[in-house]
């Protein structure tokens, strides 16, 4: 096995860990407001403050890591679908450390001291989630990047990119960026 065949399955390997397990958190999260409230909601909510340092902080960045040895090893840093497939991690690797886990972790603190029926929970709850669908667009594109590779040629596949990203960022955020975040 070459050095690029290396980290292509590194990166891969790291980035299945990572979109997968956020995914079922965002699907249990979800499910659970649904069938069991608040008190289920929040207790996915604290298990992705629990998870966030140990497992989706290292394994988002290895999955960076990986991809720029991919590159170096491989195609290189030219290609428009490296470039766009690197700023979307990115972009979702800083949400997720800067948005998602300081808010999960502050919800974690008020279900401590409060208890998961703390009426101070449930719209920091929303404002999570609604942060963390829009995560999963740019995740959904970044998949797409990654395996359709587009090239500036490809003016209609990059438009619809950016609509999707755009149509996105307004259905999945909303008013989450202005709402308040909970405070311990």
């Given at each position: 096995?070459?050095?690029?065949?290396?980290?292509?399955?590194?990166?891969?390997?790291?980035?299945?860990?990572?979109?997968?397990?956020?995914?079922t958190l965002?699907?249990?999260?979800?499910?659970?407001?649904?069938?069991?409230?608040?008190?289920?909601?929040?207790?996915?909510?604290?298990?992705?403050?629990?998870?966030g340092?140990?497992?989706?902080?290292?394994?988002?960045?290895?999955?960076?890591?990986?991809?720029?040895?991919?590159?170096?090893?491989?195609?290189?840093?030219?290609?428009?679908?490296?470039?766009?497939?690197?700023?979307?991690?990115?972009?979702?690797?800083?949400?997720?450390?800067?948005?998602?886990?300081?808010?999960?972790?502050?919800?974690?603190?008020?279900?401590?001291?409060?208890?998961?029926?703390?009426?101070?929970?449930?719209?920091?709850?929303?404002?999570?989630?609604?942060?963390?669908?829009?995560?999963?667009?740019?995740?959904a594109?970044?998949?797409?990047?990654?395996?359709?590779?587009?090239?500036?040629?490809n003016?209609?596949?990059?438009?619809?990119m950016?609509?999707?990203?755009?149509?996105?960022?307004?259905?999945?955020?909303?008013?989450?960026?202005?709402?308040?975040?909970?405070?311990?």
């Amino acid at each position: 096995m070459d050095w690029f065949s290396l980290f292509k399955l590194l990166h891969v390997i790291c980035a299945v860990i990572w979109v997968g397990g956020g995914f079922t958190l965002l699907v249990a999260a979800e499910i659970m407001r649904r069938k069991r409230g608040s008190r289920g909601m929040m207790a996915v909510v604290d298990a992705v403050a629990l998870l966030g340092p140990p497992l989706f902080v290292p394994v988002s960045a290895l999955t960076i890591v990986f991809g720029v040895f991919t590159a170096w090893f491989g195609v290189g840093f030219a290609e428009l679908w490296v470039l766009l497939g690197t700023l979307c991690f990115l972009a979702t690797f800083l949400d997720g450390l800067l948005m998602i886990k300081p808010r999960a972790e502050k919800m974690s603190a008020v279900i401590a001291a409060e208890g998961p029926d703390s009426p101070r929970l449930l719209p920091a709850a929303d404002t999570l989630l609604k942060i963390a669908r829009f995560d999963y667009v740019m995740l959904a594109l970044v998949i797409v990047d990654m395996v359709v590779k587009p090239s500036p040629g490809n003016v209609w596949l990059l438009a619809a990119m950016g609509v999707v990203l755009v149509v996105g960022a307004f259905l999945a955020l909303g008013s989450a960026l202005r709402a308040q975040p909970v405070t311990a």
